[in-house]
Structure formats: structure tokens, C-alpha cells
């Protein structure tokens, strides 16, 4: 819908639900979901998908609202919504709002952005419904079509470095400058650590950080050593989300496995939800339900289990992002497809072929049964969940002396969940256990008490 007076765009989402063929009002910045000048709604017939992977770290030193929202993508117009409350940032939009208070501080920011994946939808075989397309015309209520979503997200660390009095502002800030200008060259040790000198470290411990990020981390790192941005990221890299039909997807990881983790919670015809949203957005005026009573699905005991079972998930492939020709999978179905079942569901495919797969929890701690001046017998409990894809226990130990490590000690032949551990030195260890299945390890057992 683009005319000499309404060009193509290129805007930030900022959270929002922008959906391929919706109606969007560049004039009042507003998605239109209600309508649709479309025969159908676009399916996967009608989208395009290409794969993106796009890097990029900069380094800014900028605290203007103007220039800070450059940053963001947020053009002209949008950012008049911005200012006006009008647009509810999150993540690393939040940015804007962070505001350096005081002259006697260096502010830098990090901006590392990635983009995953481009959706474009096809034109040719779309319908479009006439009347409703004229109406959207003659009406005005529409200045464009979404057509195209690149998907990917941004970081950025706000580095800020306060200034004593008897120090040269100009000769403080060149040396930071070339200290990160480290990360815009991407000089990182494959560990996710910089590769950086004696009195870059003291310099960087001069520096106090804010995360604003559209990839969630353990911890807000609150000084620039507590910064594990790369290592965060190639974490997100090992879990592909999807947001296209899984069977579209399939095709291209055919001579792969992939274990795929599957959110089924809503039903395809939720009136109750369809409604809150509509009323969220105000374009309905009167309640259908209004003195229908639902029956939630959700409790503390199973959305407990769930939490529990995406945790298990994200761990696990955190643990095994290294096996080759191995792709782990996280996408969304009705529950509908599910018998209406409202859960979540782990499919392991080899060869296309899908197979149920519950990921196992960690295995219990390991209990000295028996003691000897050189051999320990161990046993342990089977994990909570998914011992029935244990193949077999690694063992690790742990000399109980300055600097020691764990390591590994022994892999058993099978899933028996106790061993014998002969020509031991005469020394105090500690044992942990984990379990190995077709897939990868598991999460290791908490250690044992001390032994010897």
C-alpha cells in the first residue's frame, strides 16, 4: 500500500506485534490487526524465509535523546511517540531513558547487534479483497502493508567512567577509546574473553556498566569485567526459535537430528484471549463474555513443571552445543494439535523420524556405600525426570587440595546407578555424576560429600 505520499519503510518493531500481510498507520503509529485486506490470512505458502547471519559491534559516545534513539532505529515520527509516552519501551530500548547527570563522567556505549533472519511475504499468489482494500483507502485508515521482518535484536552496555579533578578528561578518554575499540574488531578469545593487557584490566575496572538487551543474561553485569555478552550470545545462537511452520523448516536440516521443544498453550480458538487483546488495543466495544466464568489451565503445580521443562531444555543445549550435525529446535503449536493438552512437548527427529524425548533432569547425589583404603563403591539416584534415556553415568572427581579440579574419572557400561572405584590414591575426594543419553550429558549431580 506504499504511493508517492506513503513510501516503503524500514521502522522498529519496540516489542510490538508486527504479523506479515497487517495493516499499519504510519500517521497515528498504530498496527491494525482487526482488519485484513487479504482473501486469507498468509500462510506458509505466502512467506518467504532467508537466513541472516549478521554481527556487529560499535562503540558511541553519545547521551542525546536524538542521537540515542538513532541508535534504536526509531525515525522521526516514532519518536514523537516516544517522547509522548505513546510507545511502552522495553529492553534495550530502554536506553532512551538512561540520561548521563553530571560533566565529570565519560559516557561510552557498546552497541552489538545481531540479525538472524529475514520473512518477506510473496505477493504473486495473495488475494486481495477489493471492497475492503478500496474502504481501507477511502477511509484512511491504513498507510501501509508489513511486507517484510527482519528478526535479530540489539545490545548495548552504557560504560560510564567518572572523573576526578586532577585528571586530564582528553588523555582518560583516548585510552578507553582504543581499549574498546577491542570489541569493535572483534579481538575475543574463543572462550568469550578479551584479549587484553595488564593495564587495560586496571582501566576497565575504572568503568561501571548498565545492560538494556534484547537477549535475556544470568545477571545485569554492573562492571565491565562482569561482561559474558559473547558467551551469552552464542548461546542464543544454539537455540533456533522459530517463527514459520516447523515442517517448512525441517527441510533444510533433513540429514540433521533436531531436538525440538514445542509451547502448546493456547488454544486455536480462544475467544476469552481473543477478546483481552482486542480490548487491550481498544478496538472492541462490548464483551461477548462478560459473565462467562474460564476455566484456567494453569496452576502452581503443572506451570511449575513447565518452567521447570523449558529450564531442563535451554540447560541441555547449552551443554551440548558442540555435537556435530545436532540442531535444538524451540517453537510454538496450538494445542489444538495436541488433543488439547496445554504443556510443552520434547520431539527427538533422526532421519525425519520424531520420537518422544524427556529431557533428563540431573542425577541424584552420590552416597558412599562402601570404603576401602583404595576403592570407594557409589551410589546414586536416577533424575527426576527422563532416566529412561540414561545410556550410561560419567563419574568425575575432585582431589580435595589447593587448585584441584574436577575431572573425569570413569564412564560406566550401562545405566546402573552405582560403581566401584578401585586404585584410588590415599587422599579426600569429592564425586559427581552425570548422565549421557543418545543426545548429549546431562546436567552434572551436586558432589558428594568428602571421601577418604
Same mark, same amino acid.
Given at each position: 500500500m506504499c504511493t508517492k505520499n506513503n513510501p516503503?519503510?524500514?521502522?522498529? *518493531?519496540?516489542?510490538?506485534?508486527?504479523?506479515?500481510?497487517?495493516?499499519?498507520?504510519?500517521?497515528?503509529?498504530?498496527?491494525?490487526?482487526?482488519?485484513?485486506?487479504?482473501?486469507?490470512?498468509?500462510?506458509?505458502?505466502?512467506?518467504?524465509?532467508?537466513?541472516?547471519?549478521?554481527?556487529?559491534?560499535?562503540?558511541?559516545?553519545t547521551d542525546t535523546f536524538t542521537e540515542k534513539a538513532d541508535l534504536l532505529n526509531i525515525d522521526n515520527n516514532l519518536k514523537l511517540s516516544v517522547l509522548a509516552n505513546l510507545v511502552k519501551l522495553s529492553r534495550s530500548e530502554k536506553?532512551?531513558?538512561? /540520561?548521563?547527570?553530571?560533566?565529570?563522567?565519560? /559516557?561510552?556505549?557498546?552497541?552489538?547487534?545481531?540479525?538472524?533472519?529475514?520473512?518477506?511475504?510473496?505477493?504473486?499468489?495473495?488475494?486481495?479483497?477489493?471492497?475492503?482494500? /478500496?474502504?481501507?483507502l477511502d477511509q484512511k485508515i491504513a498507510t501501509h502493508i508489513v511486507t517484510d521482518i527482519v528478526y535479530g535484536g540489539d545490545i548495548f552496555f552504557v560504560l560510564d567512567r567518572t572523573l576526578s579533578n586532577?585528571?586530564?578528561?582528553?588523555?582518560?578518554?583516548?585510552?578507553?577509546?582504543?581499549?574498546?575499540?577491542?570489541?569493535?574488531?572483534?579481538?575475543?578469545?574463543?572462550?568469550?574473553?578479551?584479549?587484553?593487557?595488564?593495564?587495560?584490566? %586496571?582501566?576497565?575496572?575504572?568503568?561501571?556498566?548498565?545492560?538494556?538487551?534484547?537477549?535475556?543474561?544470568?545477571?545485569?553485569?554492573?562492571?565491565?569485567?562482569?561482561?559474558?555478552?559473547?558467551?551469552?550470545?552464542?548461546?542464543?545462537?544454539?537455540?533456533?526459535?522459530?517463527?514459520?511452520?516447523? *515442517? %517448512?523448516?525441517?527441510?533444510?536440516?533433513?540429514?540433521?537430528?533436531?531436538?525440538?521443544?514445542?509451547?502448546?498453550v493456547t488454544a486455536k480458538n480462544d475467544l476469552f484471549l481473543k477478546e483481552i487483546l482486542q480490548c487491550l488495543d481498544g478496538n472492541i466495544k462490548e464483551l461477548t463474555h462478560q459473565y462467562t466464568t474460564q476455566d484456567f489451565w494453569f496452576n502452581d503445580d503443572n506451570l511449575s513443571l513447565i518452567m521447570n521443562r523449558i529450564r531442563l531444555f535451554i540447560k541441555f543445549a547449552e551443554l551440548n552445543n558442540s555435537q556435530p550435525n545436532f540442531e535444538f529446535i524451540v517453537?510454538?503449536?496450538?494445542?489444538?494439535?495436541?488433543?488439547?493438552?496445554?504443556?510443552?512437548?520434547?520431539?527427538?527427529?533422526?532421519?525425519?523420524?520424531?520420537?518422544n524425548f524427556e529431557i533428563p533432569s540431573k542425577p541424584g547425589r552420590p552416597i558412599a556405600t562402601k570404603v576401602s583404603d583404595c576403592n570407594v563403591t557409589l551410589h546414586w539416584s536416577k533424575p527426576i525426570y527422563g532416566s529412561q534415556h540414561i545410556q550410561h553415568y560419567k563419574i568425575y572427581s575432585k582431589c580435595i587440595m589447593?587448585?584441584?579440579?574436577?575431572?573425569?574419572?570413569?564412564?560406566?557400561?550401562? *545405566?546402573?546407578?552405582?560403581?566401584?572405584?578401585?586404585?584410588?590414591?590415599?587422599?579426600?575426594y569429592q564425586f559427581k555424576i552425570q548422565g549421557t543419553t543418545l543426545v548429549g550429558d546431562t546436567i552434572e549431580s551436586d558432589a558428594s560429600d568428602i571421601i577418604g
Open positions: 516503503s519503510l524500514n521502522i522498529a *518493531a519496540l516489542g510490538r506485534p508486527f504479523q506479515l500481510g497487517m495493516l499499519y498507520d504510519y500517521r497515528s503509529d498504530k498496527l491494525i490487526p482487526d482488519i485484513s485486506v487479504w482473501e486469507s490470512d498468509p500462510s506458509s505458502q505466502h512467506i518467504s524465509w532467508q537466513p541472516l547471519s549478521w554481527k556487529k559491534c560499535e562503540l558511541y559516545m536506553l532512551i531513558d538512561d /540520561r548521563n547527570q553530571t560533566n565529570h563522567v565519560l /559516557r561510552f556505549i557498546l552497541k552489538y547487534s545481531v540479525t538472524k533472519n529475514l520473512h518477506a511475504l510473496t505477493m504473486t499468489n495473495m488475494k486481495i479483497r477489493d471492497s475492503k482494500y /478500496r474502504e481501507v586532577d585528571e586530564d578528561r582528553t588523555d582518560i578518554e583516548n585510552r578507553i577509546k582504543q581499549f574498546l575499540i577491542k570489541f569493535e574488531t572483534f579481538q575475543v578469545l574463543d572462550n568469550g574473553t578479551l584479549n587484553w593487557n595488564y593495564h587495560e584490566k %586496571e582501566l576497565a575496572q575504572t568503568l561501571r556498566c548498565q545492560y538494556y538487551g534484547d537477549f535475556p543474561t544470568d545477571s545485569n553485569p554492573r562492571t565491565f569485567e562482569e561482561i559474558d555478552f559473547m558467551n551469552d550470545l552464542r548461546k542464543q545462537d544454539n537455540i533456533r526459535q522459530l517463527a514459520r511452520p516447523f *515442517a %517448512e523448516v525441517q527441510k533444510n536440516y533433513a540429514s540433521q537430528s533436531i531436538l525440538r521443544l514445542i509451547i502448546h517453537n510454538e503449536e496450538y494445542a489444538d494439535e495436541f488433543q488439547m493438552n496445554k504443556g510443552v512437548t520434547c520431539l527427538l527427529y533422526e532421519n525425519s523420524v520424531a520420537t589447593p587448585n584441584s579440579k574436577w575431572k573425569l574419572l570413569l564412564s560406566t557400561t550401562d *545405566a546402573k546407578t552405582s560403581v566401584n572405584i578401585p586404585h584410588l590414591r590415599k587422599r579426600k
